[in-house]
């Protein structure tokens, strides 16, 4: 299985460019507009694709990607029609494709069932918001013999302890949530960022993305000048529920151009 995910990461090291990584939720609307979407994204400028799972106890979500959550379950979408749908799109994406959400859905699938069918289907990694490394032992050694990726969080509050088991069992990239709380826009990017992230990359080799609450293409520049790559997922879910049809693209596809733009500006 190619590793898009570290030649993602290498290309974007050789160009010293920061990784912009969207995040939708798979479904929302439906998952035709979701199977529309992401070669958009990638055209855009979107460096990796995270695709939440709609789950119906969101808890590390805000209203604004719980409401999606809550559409893309209304539309009928699955686990199994999400890997159907990446399947599907694949040929036309090449950015790496993590699937994000919640382990509930992933042990009722199965893990290695799911590892397997993932892989095949062409996903490069998986992060489960409310699965710690202490409590994945079954789904690692899954994982590492289908070739899928797993990504562990850090948050502000992580200590040495933490940082260590994570980036040990941890591998793709390391996700680094910037504020305490759940998911959704904030006013401004957390102060102690620089510190948090050369505490971390002294104790792992793996990329670091922060994300929660960045916004604006002005908040991912600011975060993408110490970050190796920066995750906006509610300003972009919140335009699916602003539009619909070709206005919904037209306000997605822009926005993700402004920040990528943005971003690379700040990283020359």
């Known amino acids: 299985m190619t590793d898009r995910i570290q030649q993602r990461f290498k290309q974007l090291k050789k160009n010293q460019t920061p990784a912009l990584v969207t995040f939708i939720t798979a479904g929302d609307p439906d998952l035709a507009i979701t199977t529309r979407m992401l070669p958009l994204l990638e055209q855009a400028g979107a460096d990796i694709i995270e695709l939440g799972i709609p ?25 199994t029609k999400i890997l159907e749908m990446v399947q599907q799109v694949r040929s036309q994406v090449s950015v ?9 859905p992933i042990y009722t699938y199965g893990w290695q069932r799911f590892s397997d069918d993932a892989a095949a289907a062409g996903v490069d990694g998986l992060l489960l918001v ?10 690692l050694p899954a994982a590492r013999a289908a070739g899928l990726k797993i990504i562990f969080l850090l948050t502000p509050t992580s200590d040495q302890s933490r940082i260590t088991q994570v980036a040990r069992s941890g591998s793709g ?29 002294s104790s792992s080799k793996l990329p670091v ?31 699916f529920e602003q539009y619909q049809g070709e206005q ?21």
């Open 209 to 239: 993305v922060a994300g929660f609450g960045i916004a604006t293409p002005q908040q991912a520049a600011q975060v993408a000048a110490t970050a190796d790559g920066v995750v906006v997922g509610s300003a972009i879910v919140k335009l």
């Open 130 to 139: 409310d699965l710690p490394p202490e409590e994945a032992g079954e789904l």
């Open 173 to 201: 990239f390391l996700y680094y949530v910037t504020v305490t709380g759940v998911t959704g826009v904030r006013e401004a990017v957390a102060s102690n960022l620089t510190e948090d992230l050369a505490r971390i990359r």
């Open 55 to 79: 789950f119906s106890d969101p808890m590390a979500d805000g209203p604004t990607i719980q409401r999606a959550s809550e559409r893309a379950l209304a539309s009928g979408t699955t686990l």
């Open 248 to 268: 919904l693209i037209t306000e997605v596809t822009q926005l993700v151009r402004s920040l990528k733009q943005c971003m690379t500006r700040t990283a020359i």
């Open 96 to 104: 790496p494709i993590i699937l994000m959400g919640y382990s509930n």
